[in-house]
């Protein structure tokens, strides 16, 4: 599922009506009759359909048609003048008016009361007022409908995106629709990514409108949600002939005294998740600790050099920090490491936060790097505020992947995973698994899925996606979900996806 710019979503919209000749209201129809696949008919009669003089409009009258024809009992308003409607809007209202059908038109405060009577009395209200292409702030009488769209509705549907959010940016421009179900159509927005977007898009639901694939691949971005269409064509059965050489060697370098539970998790992350064989490195003073709870994982000495080179040179892929502590053995063990090793390193909690000023280190890898930070430790990496990372964290990140070469993981809602010119955009896990160890788990996940073969991007991608997806199959059933609950379900949530 990709993702678009406002300005790309018109481009391929010009392109597809100039170019291809679709008329732009055979387009508005389409949207139309996939709006009203995503209506509860059977349970829904009454409806609102509000809507303004641009093409949104447009899509709503033609809703309002077709929840007519269906014997729906249906008022629609116009806020504003006809005078400016664009072509494809107004066959659409006269076809409205032709049928017979009220139109209320707003145009001042006083003769908003009709609206909010009739809004507190349907089952539903849609909203066709603004499009994406909106910019500016809104106000007046548009925001007064808007409130009492938002103050009186049982049900709202918003039309391609609510009214009042930027959609590149995902900002409210003064005042917003907050819909139970946005159906948009052939892009997912990319204001929707935004933290704080979901209140007001409610569900979202990307619809196809009928323009050619040719015409969306040749304007859209490297931007795309990770999805479970997108995982089944990456997840591969087990060959039955394969033995465990043939799923890799991972090797893990984590933990210290206090924090071994970071360094099991990581541990068994990767075990759980499929990977041949796993070692994972510590210090002495925690290694029996960690031997006798790990069943299935080796452990090595990092202090012991010699089995700490042999195990290294072995080792398919290496993940490095997880409750390693931000000291300067932490440091000189990383930077040893990418210096040295020719494979693929994931660098995750304290292996990133011991970059934070020593980022020169990554300028003289050998191996191909793979990071894995929260915002907090985007933030210490990058010395920008987490804020501004919250706000923008696509370009943050694809910023970062491509300067430092990298690919980069960064966690959070709509976790993003890019290596500087394509951009994934996870669209699994929940805030009951927002709990200590999560972290580890998932970078245990991502160096399993390398040692197993799989391209370095996709490895991250389906990590995530995995790594989420069974929190939110925990989640169903549990009021919280921890890093213990996701390692159990790892194994039965990957054959599931694959089947």
Do not use: W
Request: aromatic share 8%.
């Amino acid at each position: 599922m990709k993702i678009a710019t406002v300005r790309i979503s018109r481009d391929i919209d010009n392109y597809a009506i100039n170019q291809f000749k679709i008329p732009g209201i055979v387009l508005m129809e389409n949207a139309a009759i996939k709006v009203i696949k995503n209506i509860d008919l059977t349970n829904c009669n009454s409806f609102c359909v509000i809507c303004t003089r641009g093409n949104n409009g447009g899509d709503g009258f033609a809703v309002a048609r077709h929840l007519y024809s269906l014997n729906k009992k249906v008022q629609v308003f116009l806020v504003g003048k006809e005078e400016g409607m664009s072509e494809d809007c107004k066959v659409n209202y006269t076809i409205l008016k032709n049928l017979g059908l009220n139109i209320y038109k707003l145009n001042s405060q006083e003769e908003i009361d009709t609206l909010k009577k009739c809004i507190q009395k349907s089952d539903v209200t849609i909203d066709a007022l603004f499009g994406t292409g909106i910019s500016r702030e809104i106000v007046g009488i548009q925001s007064s409908v808007i409130s009492l769209i938002n103050e009186n509705s049982k049900y709202i549907i918003s039309i391609d995106i609510p009214s009042g959010l930027n959609g590149d940016t995902g900002k409210v421009l003064g005042n917003c629709v907050r819909a139970d179900v946005t159906v948009t159509f052939q892009l997912y927005k990319k204001g929707f990514l935004t933290y704080g977007s979901h209140e007001f898009t409610g569900k979202i639901l990307v619809e196809d409108i009928g323009i050619p694939k040719a015409v969306v691949e040749k304007f859209s971005l490297n931007y795309f949600i990770i999805d479970r269409d997108f995982i089944k064509k990456i997840l591969k059965e087990r060959n039955k002939f394969a033995h465990k050489g043939d799923y890799g060697r991972v090797f893990i370098i984590a933990g210290s005294m206090g924090f071994t539970g970071a360094a099991y998790i990581c541990t068994e992350g990767a075990i759980k998740s499929g990977a041949g064989l796993v070692t994972l490195g510590c210090y002495e003073d925690i290694r029996s600790i960690l031997s006798s709870k790990l069943m299935e994982g080796m452990t090595v000495d990092l202090s012991e050099t010699t089995s700490l080179e042999k195990t290294i040179e072995k080792s398919d892929v290496i993940a490095i920090g997880p409750g390693m502590g931000t000291n300067k053995d932490t440091l000189n063990l990383l930077e040893k490491i990418i210096k040295n090793f020719t494979k693929t390193v994931i660098i995750d909690a304290d292996g990133i936060n011991v970059l934070s000023g020593n980022l020169h280190i990554l300028e003289s890898k050998k191996c191909s790097v793979i990071l894995t930070p929260h915002l907090g430790e985007m933030s210490r990496i990058t010395g920008l505020d987490i804020e501004y990372i919250k706000e923008n964290r696509i370009e943050v990140a694809k910023k970062f992947a491509k300067e430092k070469n990298v690919i980069l993981l960064l966690k959070g809602y709509n976790t993003v995973v890019t290596d500087g010119n394509v951009v994934a955009v996870n669209s699994t896990g929940n805030s009951s698994m927002a709990s200590g160890g999560m972290g580890d788990c998932l970078t245990g996940i991502i160096a399993s899925f390398i040692a197993q073969r799989y391209s370095l991007f996709q490895a991250v991608c389906a990590a995530a996606f995995v790594h989420g997806y069974c929190g939110d199959k925990l989640s169903q059933s549990m009021f919280c979900v921890n890093a213990s609950h996701i390692l159990e379900e790892l194994p039965f949530s990957i054959k599931e996806l694959i089947d």
